[in-house]
Nanobody, 123 residues
Framework: QVHLVESGGGLVQAGGSLRLSCAAS???????MGWFRQAPGKEREFVTS????????YYADSVKGRFTISRDNAKNTVHLQMNSLKPEDTAVYYC?????????????????WGQGTQVTVPS
């Protein structure tokens, strides 16, 4: 069983930064990890992902150059550094784990999810 717990969300002004963290149980160093987000009334959408070693990452076009994903396999943690935040980044952010070990962009690859953390950027 994989248990994921996100932290670090909050309210931040446009242009500001936040760092999300996701603590995982299990064989973390073998999992591919991803961050997805869901705004009210919208589908859960891909933000970024990282493979088991950290050597491969993908980003949604909307966050490229502003967000950075990283992982620490010694601490069973994945981070999402979010800079230059915009109101359209407002959403609940979810951490997901896939047993493929790869950095994938489809939510259907991720069999395990955290409870989510709210990020709010007022307009």
């Amino acid at each position: 069983q994989v248990h994921l717990v996100e932290s670090g969300g909050g309210l931040v002004q446009a242009g500001g930064s936040l760092r999300l963290s996701c603590a995982a149980s299990g064989r973390f160093s073998t999992y591919g990890m991803g961050w997805f987000r869901q705004a009210p009334g919208k589908e859960r959408e891909f933000v970024t992902s990282i493979n088991w070693s950290g050597g491969s990452t993908y980003y949604a076009d909307s966050v490229k150059g502003r967000f950075t994903i990283s992982r620490d396999n010694a601490k069973n943690t994945v981070h999402l550094q979010m800079n230059s935040l915009k109101p359209e980044d407002t959403a609940v952010y979810y951490c997901g784990a896939n047993l493929l070990g790869r950095a994938t962009m489809t939510k259907y690859d991720y069999g395990y999810w955290g409870q989510g953390t709210q990020v709010t950027v007022p307009s």
